[in-house]
Each structure stands twice: as C-alpha cells, then as structure tokens.
C-alpha cells in the first residue's frame, strides 16, 4: 500500500507540474497561433503539410537486447519487405464511427498502461506515457476500451517523416471526433523529436486540437516536437516496419495512401502494477546502461 501511495503522490507531483507548463505552453502557442494558421496554405487533421526538414531514417539502434527490446528487430528500413496484409474481415465495421462529447476518466494513478496492437499485418505493443501525457492517454485508453479503432484502417503513410496515420472514425484526416485534447509536449521536447517507433498524435495547426487520430513514427523522423508523444513501440518493429515499406498507390495523387488495406483488427489496454516496459522511463531519468531501467 506504501508503494502504491508514494507512486501516487508522485504522480500529483508530476500532475501540477505539468498543468503549470500546460499553462505556459497555452499562452506561446496563443501568440503564435495567427502566424502559423496564416503559414499553413492547406488545413485539415494532417500531420504532413506543417512539417519541416528532410526525413532521418533509423539505420542503426542499440545492439544490447538488455538495453533496447526493439534491438533484435530493427532494420535499416530499405532492406524491410512489405507486409502482405491479410484480407479484412468482411462486414467491416460500421462506419463512421461513433463521436463523443468527452472521453470518461479511466486512468488509475497507481497503473502502468500498456496497448496491444493487433494488425492485418501482425502484433505490436505500445508502453504508454500516462505520466508524461495523461489527458491524451486517457483519451486513447477510453477510445480503444470503446473498441472505436477496431476495423479501422491505416490510411495514410506519410513518407516524409517516416510516419503512418491512422484512428479516423471514417478512414479520413478530416474526421472529427467530437472533442479534442491539450497539447502535452513535454516528452517530445525533451527528446528533440520522434525516435523509431514513436506514438504520437496527429492534430491540426491550432492548439490543442488532437481527437482520435494518431501516427507511428516506423524511422526516426524530422518531425519537430509540436505533436503529443505518448507512447512508444517495446514490441514489433519488424511489423511497423513493414506496414511503412508497402508501397504507396500508383493512382494517389498524395502519394500517401498506402497500396494495400491495412486494419487494425483490435486495440487492447493492459493495466497493472511495474516499471515501464523497456527503456522508456520518464527523459528526464538517467537510464543504467547495461539494463535499460531507471537508475
């Protein structure tokens, strides 16, 4: 029960800290907002037309499978092969999805939240950043216990910052979810990005206007830290991977919109008590090198 206490104490520590930050962070984004709304030509729930750079693929990671679980699986990205989906279940779901006024609290304090990915091209299993992002993780927690991505597809592959977008209620970067949810940047700022295997959320230029939609990061990308960041891959960046190297449809005039149907079959939350899973702690731990855990 000590344990228990002092993780939630902990967490109210982090919690008042974070809304101080939210606080200074809305008055920025406030006086830039104008400046960027007028810069962006093309609006719309996108993540790739405000972007700037060139794109960084992942050619190496660490070689310690003690260090990095992503390690044994992790390829220069021109030497993945395509995944070759499975066909989709037919009925499909009913689309468009449901809305939503706002999201119901589901997050426990003392929980350590998990998501399994279940794909028409394989398993992949997010830690989620409860801490770092608690609004937006609750946000994606309630969705996927509502099963609201199940028979979703993955719409869109933004190969300019390696990034594949998905969790549109109707398969579309326009789909409004009905609420939205602050920015809450202070993962991403920490690390200078998005690393390989990046969860993250997809948002329109105005300020805390991320819904439902979401992309995962399958290179280290260019993207500047303007997005949520809250969870990363521990498992199944082989899958990532692959669904990124599948081949953009010829007929696209974007030239984003993956070749072939990938759906993500099923969301499911995993919550107890733990560590997080790989080296993912909180940036601003030190990480021991020889076990990837929180020093």
């Known amino acids: 029960m000590a344990g228990k206490d002092s993780k939630r104490e902990a967490k109210r520590a982090?919690?008042?800290?974070?809304?101080?930050?939210?606080?200074?962070?809305?008055?920025?984004?406030?006086?830039?907002?104008?400046?960027?709304?007028?810069?962006?030509?093309?609006?719309g729930t996108i993540i790739g037309l405000t972007l700037r750079g060139e794109n960084t693929l992942a050619s190496e990671v660490p070689s310690d499978p003690a260090s990095d679980p992503l390690a044994e699986s992790?390829?220069?990205?021109a030497d993945v092969e395509p995944c070759v989906p499975e066909p989709a279940p037919s009925p499909g779901p009913e689309l468009p999805k449901s809305t939503f006024t706002e999201p119901e609290q589901v997050l426990d304090d003392a929980q350590?939240?998990?998501?399994?990915?279940?794909?028409s091209c394989g398993r992949m299993v997010f830690q989620l950043f409860e801490d770092d992002a608690p609004e937006t993780v609750n946000g994606f927690v309630f969705l996927a216990q509502q099963g609201f991505f199940d028979g979703l597809d993955i719409f869109r592959n933004a190969t300019s910052i390696s990034a594949l977008q998905t969790g549109a209620g109707d398969n579309t970067n326009t789909w409004d979810l009905g609420y939205t949810t602050p920015d809450e940047f202070s993962r991403a700022e920490a690390l200078g990005g998005y690393p390989a295997g990046a969860l993250a959320m997809a948002k329109s230029p105005a300020p805390d206007s991320a819904g439902s939609q979401f992309f995962m990061v399958y290179a280290d990308s260019s993207l500047p830290p303007e997005y949520t960041l809250f969870g990363q891959l521990v498992e199944g960046l082989d899958v990532l991977q692959s669904i990124g190297a599948i081949p953009t449809a010829p007929d696209d005039p974007t030239g984003e919109t993956p070749g072939a149907q990938v759906v993500i079959e099923s969301i499911t939350i995993e919550a107890g008590e733990g560590e997080p899973l790989g080296p993912v702690g909180p940036p601003t731990d030190s990480l021991d090198a020889e076990t990837g855990t929180a020093g």
Do not use: D, F, P, S
């Not at 104008?34 to 030509?41: D, G, P, Q, R």
């Not at 992790?74 to 990205?77: H, N, P």
């Not at 350590?112 to 794909?119: D, F, G, L, P």
């Open 14 to 43: 982090r919690a008042a800290a974070r809304e101080a930050a939210r606080r200074r962070e809305r008055q920025r984004t406030v006086q830039t907002a104008i400046v960027v709304l007028i810069a962006v030509v093309i609006g």
């Open 74 to 77: 992790a390829t220069a990205l």
């Open 112 to 119: 350590n939240y998990v998501a399994v990915m279940e794909t």
